[in-house]
């Protein structure tokens, strides 16, 4: 099994009232996350400069095992279910690790 799996996540929100529920939904989503996945060494929403109806998640999980932990979670349910409504288009870009300084590495 590989150490450290991840992905980017790239959204792009419908409007400003999409990107406010988004956010909400995601506020709730993170609250889950670190409370019930300790295989999850980040999950990072960000909003790029510039952009305020985009968002980009960057996760990253202890291998693909943690990452199929965090599927199956309530939260992660909830917050697939809900955000297609929200979305003009999604990228998602799976990583596999090869390299660099983060929690566990040296």
Known sequence: MSE???LVVRFSLR????A??????????LEGV???EPGTLA?????PV???LVRVFYELYADRAAFDVHEAQPHT???LAQRDRHLADVEVTFLDVIGGKG????
């Open 4 to 6: 450290g799996f991840g």
């Open 103 to 106: 929690a566990g590495r040296r």
């Open 20 to 29: 406010m529920a988004f956010d909400e939904l995601c506020a709730a989503t």
């Open 34 to 36: 670190k409370g019930a």
């Open 15 to 18: 409007d400003q009232e999409s």
């Open 77 to 79: 349910k909830r917050f």
């Open 43 to 47: 999950y990072v929403v960000h909003q």
């Open 50 to 52: 510039g952009e305020p």
